[in-house]
C-alpha cells in the first residue's frame, strides 16, 4: 500500500511559478510511474505530467512547456515546478501512482488527498 501525501500549494501570481512536492511513503517508489494531475471545479480531472523508470518524463501537450518534473527515488518524493501561472492553473494538484508506465488518464492505484492551488491575476 502506498500513501502520497502532497505539499506546496496555496496562492501565488500570475506569472510567477510554483513547486509542488509529493512525499510517498509504503512501497518502493522507484518501481512507480508517478504523476501530477489537477481538477478545477466544474472539470474532469485533467493530467499535468509524471515520470516513470520505463519510460522517463511525460508532459500534457496544454501545458506547452511550463513544467517540470522530478523525482528522488532515495527520499520517495515527486516534485512539480510549474511556470508563468495563470489564472487558469487554478485547481487542486493531485499526485498518482502505478506500478510501471505513466499513462495520461486517471487509472492509478494511488492518489494523495491533493493540494490547493490559486492563482490571482
Known amino acids: 500500500q502506498v500513501q502520497l501525501i502532497e505539499s506546496g500549494g496555496g496562492l501565488f501570481q500570475a506569472g510567477g511559478s510554483l513547486r509542488l512536492s509529493c512525499k510517498a511513503s509504503g512501497g518502493t517508489f522507484s518501481r512507480y510511474g508517478v504523476a501530477w494531475f489537477r481538477q478545477a471545479p466544474g472539470k474532469e480531472r485533467e493530467f499535468v505530467a509524471g515520470n516513470s523508470w520505463v519510460a522517463g518524463d511525460l508532459h500534457s501537450r496544454s501545458m506547452k512547456g511550463r513544467t517540470i518534473i522530478s523525482r528522488d527515488n532515495r527520499n520517495m518524493i515527486l516534485y512539480l515546478q510549474m511556470n508563468s501561472l495563470k489564472a487558469e492553473d487554478t485547481a487542486v494538484y493531485y499526485c498518482?501512482?502505478?506500478?510501471?508506465?505513466?499513462?495520461?488518464?486517471?487509472?492509478?492505484?494511488?492518489w494523495g488527498q491533493g493540494t490547493q492551488v490559486t492563482v490571482s491575476s
Open positions: 498518482a501512482a502505478r506500478l510501471g508506465s505513466v499513462i495520461v488518464t486517471p487509472e492509478y492505484d494511488y
